[in-house]
């Protein structure tokens, strides 16, 4: 990792500001070369609209969803900007107020209504919002912008317009899921939620998403074939674990249960408590640590029997998982501790002067890249011994005395309030398999200024960092018949306050991160999360 750099001039500000829709595609000025074989769309998410009628919007999460797209096309790019039409965004924009309540800010009754219909809207509650600013990802055909409850939204790639909100509780018992979901080769689309299992306790629902009907002269949607395939057990009965995302290996779903925990009684009350959001009902537990969960892809079927537990940490980006001589290697982005990394996402924390960013950060959990061991064959030693005969690793696995199996990871990546996160690989070559090379955004006291590259064997570490600019997650797109794994490019859109042009998509040689070439568009481009290349 380079040396750290400092933002004195905290031009990161920019990233969390207002923009405004483009009316069409604005084309971009090139330096450098694309390579010929470049064609197609870079998709991105991310909030857009970070106040309205005067009351801002509080956290990260909490803006209103905005869908970007680069387009790649016989060597020019253009770049295309529009709001998702969710209701939360056209109810705000026609009432001009928060209307309904996102993870950080609380929608309050309209000051216009008399006190008898203001006292009615109080105990209706909240309604779950359908912002979906988080990722953008492909099923079947289609493409949807995702969050994590239990709504979608149906996009058109082509002219970025809204199509339809989806409700995922029509098709499974699920009250939301990940914005991560994975993709076999064949198209099935896998994600997990929480939900309410037996004896109204919560529990864990994997959702199988079928791929198109080839064979149908009309395709069916594959939403409405969507199934629950498995369901596993929450560690507390009225307490499910915050999930972003799970991990998967050609024959296994990991999922992690962290000590960020979701307060049911906390959340249902915040239904009817005016100001509650999201956010208010999280709370840590202290003493449970972190524990793995495993199950089998076909049959579907939970390992109960492999009781895995560490100390604790919070996980939102699985990294990769494989399955390697009787054992599963998961690779995991990690911040230490139970304390819930989102408390220090909220804008006014990540809008402030440098010193102040640094200053809070400083007590933020520590991140790290972690790689976790988990043996299959869990009754072949005695206990306290290590069971990881991997050579490659020093991660252990050790039976205890009341059955369970500690774990201790290799650390692949830490630097003191330096994070590699949002983190990519050569995702149809090795996802589930034994792999080399992770692509990651570098966190500076979580203000995002280089793209790093890791080589998970290794350590060994990459870096393109140029001065004032801020980066997003990159993406990795191959070679066509490339035979390296790390045989391609990375597209991270960058922005540069204070330049000519002050945003660019970059392309860099993902072999070495040099750059090959940059498109430079004369507009501020706020912050992306998460996003897709469509070819």
Same mark, same amino acid.
């Given at each position: 990792?380079?040396?750290? @750099? ?18 069409? *595609? ?6 450098? @070369? ?42 020019? #790019? ?20 928060? @209307? ?8 309050? &009754?309209? *000051? ?52 339809? +909100? ?13 914005? %991560?979901? %994975? ?51 929450? /560690?507390?009965?009225? +307490? ?11 024959? %296994? ?11 049911? $009684? +906390? ?17 840590? =537990? ?7 969960? $495993? !199950?089998?892809?076909?049959? !579907?079927?939970?390992?109960?029997? %492999? ?13 990769? !998982? ?42 933020? &959990? ?23 005969? $991997? /050579? ?5 696995? !050790? ?23 949002? &983190? ?19 966190? =500076? ?8 590259? $890791? =080589? ?15 980066? /997003?997650?990159?993406?990795?797109? &191959? ?9 391609? #490019?990375?597209? /991270?859109? #960058? ?26 568009? =004369? ?13």
């Amino acid at each position: 990792m380079a040396s750290r @750099v400092e933002h004195p001039a905290a031009g990161y500000k920019k990233i969390f500001e207002t923009v405004e829709e483009l009316n069409e *595609p604005i084309p971009a000025q090139i330096i450098g @070369v694309i390579p010929p074989w470049l064609g197609g769309s870079l998709l991105r998410m991310g909030p857009g609209l970070f106040e309205v009628g005067g009351e801002p919007f509080n956290h990260l999460f909490d803006g209103q969803a905005l869908v970007h797209k680069f387009d790649l096309k016989n060597g020019q #790019v253009t770049y295309y900007r529009k709001f998702i039409r969710s209701d939360a965004y056209v109810r705000a924009m026609t009432e001009n107020r928060v @209307v309904i309540t996102e993870f950080g800010t609380a929608a309050y &009754p309209d *000051p216009c209504k008399n006190i008898f219909s203001r006292f009615f809207t109080y105990f209706k509650g909240i309604e779950v919002t359908d912002n979906c600013l988080v990722n953008i990802c492909p099923i079947g055909e289609d493409f949807y912008a995702v969050t994590e409850t239990n709504y979608i939204t149906k996009v058109d790639p082509d002219s970025l317009e809204t199509l339809k +909100k989806v409700d995922l509780c029509k098709y499974v018992s699920v009250n939301g899921v990940t914005a %991560h979901p %994975h993709t076999d080769a064949d198209g099935t689309v896998y994600n997990i939620g929480n939900c309410f299992g037996k004896n109204l306790s919560l529990a864990y629902n994997i959702v199988k998403i079928p791929p198109p009907r080839e064979d149908e002269k009309n395709k069916s949607d594959p939403l409405e074939r969507s199934q629950v395939v498995l369901q596993l057990p929450s /560690s507390e009965r009225l +307490k499910p674990s915050y999930l972003h995302s799970f991990g998967m290996t050609d024959n %296994h779903f990991v999922f992690v249960e962290q000590p960020v925990k979701i307060n049911l $009684l +906390k959340f249902l009350s915040a239904w009817s408590v005016r100001g509650a959001t999201y956010m208010d009902c999280f709370e840590a =537990n202290d003493s449970m640590g972190t524990w793995f969960h $495993l !199950a089998t892809k076909d049959p !579907a079927d939970y390992l109960s029997s %492999h009781k895995f537990r560490t100390s604790a940490f919070n996980i939102f980006h699985h990294i990769n !998982a494989y399955e390697e001589q009787g054992f599963i290697v998961v690779d995991l982005c990690t911040w230490k501790g139970h304390d819930f990394v989102y408390d220090y996402l909220y804008l006014a924390n990540i809008k402030e002067e440098w010193e102040e960013v640094k200053k809070a950060a400083m007590t933020a &959990p520590q991140p790290e890249v972690r790689r976790y061991v988990l043996p299959l064959d869990i009754h072949r030693e005695a206990q306290g011994k290590n069971l990881v005969s $991997l /050579s490659y690793t020093t991660a252990t696995a !050790a039976l205890r005395s009341d059955g369970t199996i500690w774990l201790e990871p290799e650390v692949l990546f830490s630097g003191p309030r330096q994070a590699f996160e949002f &983190p990519q690989i050569n995702y149809s070559l090795c996802r589930g398999k034994k792999y080399s090379f992770a692509y990651g955004l570098g966190l =500076n006291h979580f203000i995002p200024d280089r793209i790093v590259k $890791l =080589n998970v064997q290794t350590k060994e570490t990459w870096v393109w960092q140029e001065e004032e600019c801020y980066p /997003s997650e990159p993406l990795f797109v &191959p070679t066509p018949e490339a035979t390296q794994e790390d045989d391609g #490019v990375l597209l /991270s859109i #960058v922005v540069k306050p204070g330049a000519e042009r002050p945003s660019f998509l970059l392309v860099l040689n993902a072999m070495k991160l040099t750059e090959l070439a940059r498109a430079e568009v =004369n507009t501020i481009i706020p912050v992306t999360l998460h996003g897709t290349y469509r070819p």
